[in-house]
Nanobody
Framework: QVQLVESGGGLVQAGGSLRLSCAAS????????IGWFRQAPGKEREFVAT????????YSSDSVKGRFAISRDNGKATAYLQMNSLNADDTAVYYC????????????????WGQGTQVTVSS
């Protein structure tokens, strides 16, 4: 069972930046695709960004493209989401998900979830 722990969320002003981290408990981390997802109150969990097991393939949603960047360090069993130019629409709980698929882009494709970290952007 892979355990994921997110950190780095918080309150930030519009236009600011945050970096989220997702630390895994298993050495199998390097074999898993990683996705970041977010869920705002009353909305479904939506895809944000994904990265393949070795980091060679990345995708981002149109809503964050050019502002957010996903990366990973398999030596540290940790994935990251660098978020820049934040706005109020980015306010949500952010979840890290690990999958045996190459680049998970749907919540249904995730095998393991973290507990989530709250990101709040004040305008």
């Amino acid at each position: 069972q892979v355990q994921l722990v997110e950190s780095g969320g918080g309150l930030v002003q519009a236009g600011g930046s945050l970096r989220l981290s997702c630390a895994a408990s298993e050495i199998t981390f390097s074999r898993l695709g990683i996705g970041w997802f977010r869920q705002a109150p009353g909305k479904e969990r939506e895809f944000v960004a994904t990265i393949s097991s070795r980091g060679g393939v990345v995708y981002s949603s149109d809503s964050v493209k050019g502002r957010f960047a996903i990366s990973r360090d398999n030596g540290k069993a940790t994935a990251y989401l660098q978020m820049n130019s934040l706005n109020a629409d980015d306010t949500a709980v952010y979840y890290c998900g690990a999958s045996w698929l190459l680049t998970p882009r749907s919540a249904r494709e995730v095998n393991y979830w973290g507990q989530g970290t709250q990101v709040t952007v004040s305008s």
